[in-house]
């Protein structure tokens, strides 16, 4: 394993490290104290600026200008909101953080609140994560016991509750306006922005969403300071102005055809064969590297030729791909068939559309339709340009949907396709030698027995 001391990971491994003994054993809670005695709320949001912080839940939006974005001097409730939906296929670093480390998940909490003037903050779990929910919960009740959490926190004048509700874990809850929907007790069918959540959010007040690592990030930053965390990461571009860099530490997940799967932690900014190598210990079995998911299935696809890539806000998306997402990294070996693994995903996102926006229902559930078809030895080869005109037309980037589930269903169709033709050709045409050819219209089949 390489040398990079983990920060956010430091305590994982101690013994209890989920009580609150433990965490300020270590110094924890440390950082707020001192916040709370000699700096102002704004001060706290100049600091997470200038470190560049980017949310860590899958977008990547800088946290301290995300805060700034709420009205200032706004008389009525500010309301915080932590997701820890953790949909994304692929994705655990947040459950780790949650199981093992709750007190500096809460702390960074509170942090974000008193910066953003927040006074109620809500943690939305999905219902998953049973242990998550336990040490959470015993860790809120330690801390409104020792002061962290209720009136006139740490002797201050600040003031905050933090309350946990658990989802029924869709994907789209994890959508930022799905979550306040599902929080306020509805469908959580994703909400046409503007208005942003800053401005109207939960119970149509100014509300901030953020993820639970990019929480852990804000006590790590209130605790270290703004130079540690630009010392680790990626610079900005000096060419583009509007590169806010990769800077900080990641919490990377790793699975799938790989020696040591796990959460591993690493400066922002390995490649995607580092890490495979160097923290994961190689392709499983001696086989050698296919694909790579980059950063949750939404992401699309990594060649194993572009396996070089930076694993960055930047990286990804230099190679075709959505983003870095999640940074959760699941190995395809070589065995592996695009083919299977597109229809896997298809049939993830057909199934977790919310149905709000015609583009993203109709055109995940006929990519699904088209994967069956090709699946069952009837596909033809005008179906993948089919499939890539889906994948062309749907989504907020091409301005077509609400939110962005219909571009991370478009992601690996573009990318498996797009970087992995010749295999679905060869498949269509093993699989259809007589009816590859065929342009005439087709009829859906039904769904594949045991899918
Ligand atoms: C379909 C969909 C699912 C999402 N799921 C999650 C999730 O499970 N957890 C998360 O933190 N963000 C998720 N996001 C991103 C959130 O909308 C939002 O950007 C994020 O919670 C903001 O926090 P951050 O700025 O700290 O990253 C999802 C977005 C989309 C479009
Ligand atoms: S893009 Fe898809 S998931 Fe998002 S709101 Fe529209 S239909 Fe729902």
Redesign the pocket.
């Known amino acids: 394993m390489p040398k990079f001391e983990p920060i956010l990971l430091a305590n994982i491994g101690k013994p209890d490290s989920h009580t609150l003994k433990v965490y300020e054993a270590g110094g924890g809670y440390r950082a707020l104290k001192r916040v709370l005695a000699e700096m102002k709320p704004v001060d706290l949001i100049e600091m997470v600026k200038s470190t560049n912080l980017r949310g860590r839940g899958g977008a990547g939006f800088p946290t301290g200008l995300k805060w700034s974005f709420l009205p200032k001097d706004h008389p009525g409730p500010i309301y915080m909101c932590i997701n820890a939906d953790e949909s994304e296929p692929g994705t655990f670093n947040n459950r780790i953080l949650m199981e093992f480390d709750p007190h500096q998940v809460i702390e960074g909490i509170i942090l974000s609140c008193y910066a953003t003037r927040a006074q109620t903050a809500y943690l939305y779990l999905r219902c998953e994560y049973p242990t998550s929910h336990q040490r959470l919960q015993a860790a809120i009740d330690e801390c409104y016991a020792a002061g962290y959490l209720g009136k006139n926190i740490c002797g201050s004048e600040f003031s905050v509750d933090l309350y946990m509700h658990r989802g029924a874990a869709a994907y ?1 809850c994890g ?1 930022e306006t ?1 979550l306040i929907e599902s929080l306020e007790g509805k469908r959580a ?2 909400r046409i922005k503007p208005p942003f959540p800053a401005v109207e959010g939960l119970f149509h007040k100014p509300t901030v969403v953020n993820n639970i690592e990019t929480v852990a990030c804000v006590t790590q930053i209130a605790a270290r300071g703004v130079e540690w965390f630009k010392s680790i990461g990626v610079p900005s571009d000096p060419k583009n102005p509007r590169d806010p860099g990769s800077y900080g530490p990641k919490l990377y997940c790793l699975s799938g055809h790989v020696n040591n799967p796990g959460c591993y932690e690493a400066p922002l900014g390995i490649t995607c064969r580092q890490l495979i190598e160097e923290y994961g210990g190689g392709v499983w079995k001696g086989r050698k590297g296919k694909a790579a998911i980059p950063g949750g299935i939404s992401m699309g696809l990594l060649t194993e030729a572009e396996f070089d890539t930076p694993l960055d806000f930047a990286g990804p998306g230099k190679a075709g791909c959505l983003g870095l997402g999640t940074a959760a990294v699941v190995v395809l070996d070589e065995t592996v068939s695009i083919v299977d693994f597109l229809h896997n995903s298809c049939r993830f996102f057909a199934h ?6 015609t ?3 109709e055109g ?1 559930a006929w990519s699904l339709t088209m994967l069956n078809r090709i699946k069952a030895g009837k596909g033809r080869l005008v179906d993948l340009d089919l499939l890539l005109e889906i994948g062309d037309s ?3 980037m091409p301005g077509t ?6 571009d991370g269903a478009a992601w690996p169709i573009k990318n498996a396709i797009r970087k992995f033709r010749g295999e679905f050709e060869e498949y269509i045409k093993r699989t259809n030698p007589d009816g590859y050819q065929s342009t005439e219209a087709a009829r859906a089949l039904p769904v594949l027995a045991g899918h």
């Open positions: 789209i959508e799905g069918w994703p977790e559309s919310c149905g709000q926006c583009p993203c229902r995940t749907i989504g907020i949907t609400i939110c962005g589930l219909a």
